[in-house]
């Protein structure tokens, strides 16, 4: 069967596809159909946390698949709520909204936003260079104009303020206001970091406004930053946590973490996901905690995140081109003076795969449970092909 093929005469031309055609994965490592074996330094885009086909994760979806698969959100069922419990007793105190997509949480976010502004205020603030989803409201919502530009008019009432930038935030405010969104490590718009004394400013800002800060946490949830959540850095209790990606570790979830202040304006009726939090995906998603909990991911994410982030500074001091090394834990990026798509294609050819991303950023986000001996793989690998760029 020619899978490449089939692609380009059935499926819809939206994603740029390379590579070879992948049959099976294991931990950190991929198989393509020749049998040559990868080692994936970027699983499942930030969804695979676990790395791939994770014993523990395979049994509870296999378990829970013989079982009940899918029952709709007007009956009850015990594994959405055990796992609504689990999300609360770890984040804060708050009610809890599963959909299937991080765009789709947003679109939430953004709706509770506008019922907290009971139509007085629905002006809401995001970040340039942010991302959070390619559906009408998380489009609009992502301030970078080439990804909204073919689908205008988006929808009204958003605003871009400067990235860390607490002067440029405070210009956008106005009595119509209702709330800001945004990463705090942004993702693909170049992993760059939110300074702790910008996010406490925004905070103290919006508590005394009465603006709500929503927290995008689809990339930066789960342990990815070596907390569960990335706001901890940064003390930060928000009025609507979002999640994703690694929440499900590769099934498809997404939960809205919602301040009780906000909850209680939320009536039956006002909102639904026919998928959301089915009993498959929420014992999945329920497991993924335990294991980050049993197996000490978050302590594996720090050590591993500090070893990985040493040994890239080593390489930004042997390649000039190398601007700057970024990250927090499991989530690092290397911004460099010249285009780094081809250096992502280049360690594909060699068996490796990261990510490249906003034009000049390699991007390195591997499971929790990558081990020291497979990092080294890596930066090797990446070693051998930096070397082979240079400042044009
Ligand atoms: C921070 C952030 N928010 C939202 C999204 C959108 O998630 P999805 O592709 O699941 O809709 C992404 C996807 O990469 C993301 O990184």
Not at 5 to 17: A, P
Not at 77 to 99: D, G, R, T
Not at 208 to 218: P, T
Not at 378 to 384: A, D, N, P, S, W
Request: proline share 4%; with cysteine; charged share 25%.
């Amino acid at each position: 069967m020619n899978t490449k093929k089939l692609f380009k005469e059935y499926s819809l031309n939206t994603y740029t596809r390379c590579g070879p055609v992948f049959v099976k994965g294991k931990g950190s490592w991929l198989w393509d159909q020749a049998g040559n074996k990868y080692l994936d330094l970027f699983p499942g885009w930030g969804v695979s946390i676990l790395g791939h086909a994770h014993s523990k994760v395979v049994e509870a979806m296999s378990k829970q698949a013989k079982k009940l698969i899918h029952l709709p959100n007007n009956l009850y069922f015990e594994e959405q709520a055990l796992l609504a419990e689990e999300i609360v007793k770890k984040s804060f105190p708050s009610k809890v909204f599963f959909a299937n997509s991080g765009a789709e949480a947003v679109e939430g976010a953004i709706k509770f936003s506008r019922l907290f502004g009971k139509g007085k205020k629905y002006e809401i603030i995001s970040m340039k260079n942010s991302f959070h989803g390619r559906t009408f409201g998380a489009l609009s919502a992502t301030a970078q104009e080439a990804y909204k530009k073919p689908f205008k008019p988006v929808l009204p009432g958003f605003k871009a303020a400067k990235f860390n930038d607490f002067e440029s935030f405070k210009k956008q405010v106005t009595p119509k206001t209702v709330a800001v969104i945004l990463e705090l490590i942004q993702g693909e718009g170049g992993v760059n970091i939110a300074s702790k004394e910008y996010i406490r400013k925004l905070k103290d800002f919006c508590k005394k406004k009465k603006i709500l800060v929503i927290i995008d946490e689809v990339q930066t949830g789960m342990g990815r930053t070596a907390k569960l959540f990335c706001c901890q850095h940064y003390h930060l209790i928000p009025d609507i946590l979002i999640l994703s990606k690694g929440l499900g570790a590769g099934v498809p979830i997404s939960a809205l973490v919602i301040n009780k202040k906000i909850a209680d304006l939320i009536k039956p009726g006002m909102h639904a996901s026919t998928f959301g939090g089915s009993p498959l995906v929420s014992k999945v998603s329920y497991q993924v905690f335990k294991i980050i909990e049993e197996d000490k991911l978050i302590e594996n994410a720090q050590e591993k995140g500090s070893y990985l982030l040493k040994r890239l500074y080593d390489l930004r001091n042997k390649f000039s081109f190398i601007k700057e090394v970024r990250g927090i834990g499991l989530m690092v990026g290397l911004e460099l003076k010249i285009d780094s798509y081809p250096i992502f294609l280049e360690c594909l050819k060699k068996k490796l795969l990261i990510n490249s991303t906003h034009k000049k950023v390699l991007r390195i986000m591997p499971a929790l449970n990558v081990t020291r001996l497979e990092l080294d793989k890596g930066l090797k690998i990446l070693e051998e092909v930096l070397s082979k760029f240079k400042v044009k």
